[in-house]
């Protein structure tokens, strides 16, 4: 009788312990919450955003690959309102997502298969110790810090797409990757139909630039070409009539969406897959690209693009450079200024963007990008860096052969993304496009998965 008094009393006690600290709680949350209000009340998305950050966290350990999926089908869409939703110049809803996605990798890979996730880590080892490297003498450490993150971030889908793509996810991965563009689209045809566009007439969509929009569309169009080739394999659905239907559609309008974006570098890409894809697998695709090619030629918007890199080539007062002759005048002003004793290691993480108004005579003071990932990644890292992420895209192109012998078409769908990837790199700062660079590393982990495992099978005994 006295044992049950005194766990009666032991059970009341806990009960009001855990009152008092449920009511504590929940004024510390009412606390945070009025002070959140009162901080960025006047910054209503921010304000109503940030909460909704915790159902996602909840799901992080629920269901990681379900947060996945929710963050890489929406992220397209979301530019407009991370631009206006910050904290600071430099921290906002988008780093916060970064990191969401990041422990999103590493719950998935605690959960998923190890041998995959190796695999990643070695490919990757090398391109983040010269990064981490790179920010410890950055001019700029906060702003190297934040392209750090967002190149973790790159490693992370990376990973998370070769672990999908050995649970036999591929097609669930491409079918979210290729559905997430039906609300970009959207808003493209909306602002064609309003004339709302961007600068030049150029169809932006959701994203901060033309340009973005015509790489995540030719990405996103590689994937669709890539579901409607091949088959369901074993435990996957084979796509409906509706869904079908749908990515027919979703195919013209993509084509069409980079035509309107005026994205010559996306125009370049998409010529070279599909005319690699018609020598190897269907003639009738060159005859498809030789009309495309025609009345593209007959559009307005396309002939000036097109005129426009032959006017404007030589630096002149009050003369206006084209696009190509600006960037090539760039290039050549941060290589000529770089002293040779910075050729090994470079100015470090995000050293071009800081010393372009030293350098650049027709900067007016503003900070540029080089526009070509190699040039800024030999002025930011020197011979260190190139040589580093040489090895890392021959790695993957490597892989990207070795497969052919496996599987021919997945092969050249991988190869022709990496060649692809290298060509927009050549023309702009791609790397620093997060938004494409989550789907683009995210589907290329997954092809990549598939090299390493047509590898590993063939070497078995």
């Not at 810090?145 to 793509?165: A, D, E, P, Q």
């Not at 079908?244 to 993509?254: E, G, I, R, W």
Request: charged content about 10%; hydrophobic content about 55%.
């Amino acid at each position: 009788m006295q044992q049950m008094n005194f766990a009666t009393h032991s059970n009341q006690f806990l009960y009001g312990l855990g009152l008092i600290a449920g009511v504590a709680a929940l004024l510390l949350f009412g606390a945070a919450v009025g002070l959140y209000a009162n901080r960025f009340g006047e910054h209503m998305v921010l304000m109503l955003g940030t909460p909704l950050l915790i159902p996602l966290g909840l799901l992080l350990f629920v269901n990681p690959r379900l947060l996945f999926y929710v963050l890489i089908g929406t992220r397209c869409a979301l530019d407009p309102v991370l631009e206006s939703a910050r904290f600071s110049s430099s921290f906002g809803l988008g780093a916060l997502l970064n990191m969401l996605l990041v422990a999103c990798a590493v719950m998935i890979s605690i959960q998923g298969d190890k041998v995959r996730l190796k695999q990643s880590i070695l490919l990757w080892a090398l391109p983040l110790l010269v990064m981490v490297f790179g920010v410890t003498y950055a001019p700029d450490t906060l702003a190297a810090l934040k392209r750090l993150i967002g190149f973790i971030s790159y490693f992370s889908v990376f990973t998370i797409g070769m672990i999908l793509f050995e649970e036999k996810k591929l097609r669930t991965l491409l079918r979210v990757v290729v559905m997430s563009s039906a609300l970009p689209i959207a808003v493209g045809l909306y602002q064609f139909a309003t004339g709302s566009l961007a600068a030049e007439g150029r169809l932006a969509a959701t994203f901060t630039h033309p340009n973005i929009f015509a790489f995540y569309c030719l990405l996103v169009l590689i994937a669709l070409v890539y579901l409607r080739r091949t088959s369901a394999g074993p435990g996957e659905s084979e796509p409906g009539w509706l869904e079908s239907a749908t990515h027919s559609v979703l195919f013209v309008l993509l084509l069409v969406s980079i035509v309107l974006t005026q994205t010559r570098s996306a125009w370049v890409a998409l010529t070279l897959i599909a005319l690699t894809y018609g020598v190897v697998f269907s003639r009738k695709t060159l005859l498809w690209l030789f009309l495309g090619l025609l009345l593209a030629a007959l559009t307005p918007e396309v002939q000036e693009r097109i005129v426009d890199l032959f006017s404007g080539n030589e630096v002149a007062n009050y003369g206006k450079l084209n696009s190509f002759a600006w960037r090539q005048y760039i290039w050549e002003s941060g290589l000529n200024w770089m002293d040779t004793s910075r050729y090994l290691l470079g100015y470090g993480i995000g050293g071009f963007y800081h010393y372009s108004p030293e350098f650049f005579p027709l900067s007016g003071g503003t900070h540029y990008g080089a526009h070509n990932v190699f040039v800024e990644r030999f002025f930011d890292g020197g011979v260190l860096a190139v040589s580093v992420f040489s090895v890392f895209f021959l790695v993957q192109i490597q892989k990207a052969f070795a497969l052919i012998r496996h599987d021919r078409f997945t092969a050249l769908v991988y190869l022709g993304m990496i060649l692809s990837y290298l060509t927009l790199n050549a023309s702009d700062n791609v790397v620093d496009y997060l938004a494409y660079n989550w789907y683009y590393w995210a589907v290329a982990g997954a092809f990549y998965a598939a090299a390493c495992q047509a590898t590993s099978s063939r070497l078995r005994p």
